[in-house]
């Protein structure tokens, strides 16, 4: 997972379901986001969560997310 282009989360790799975590610290406004996703056999499982001061961890909700002409 990328936030402003830079790598905050990586749990690349050929394995079972494994939550990896990571943080950083962001200004008001829109920040970009990107998730790469890689499932090679068995099961699969993605779900990208937040949380912060006053936000207890939960999927980000649809409302928090907006597309740009750019996005891919």
Partial sequence: MYIDDEMIVN?????????RMG???LTRGYHKIK????????GY???VYYKGPGVDKQIIP???LFL????T
């Fill in 11 to 19: 749990n690349d790799g050929d394995h079972g379901t494994i939550e």
């Fill in 23 to 25: 943080s950083v610290d």
């Fill in 35 to 42: 998730v790469e996703y890689f499932n090679q056999s068995g």
């Fill in 45 to 47: 499982w993605l779900d």
């Fill in 62 to 64: 649809a409302d928090k």
């Fill in 68 to 71: 740009t002409k750019n996005s």
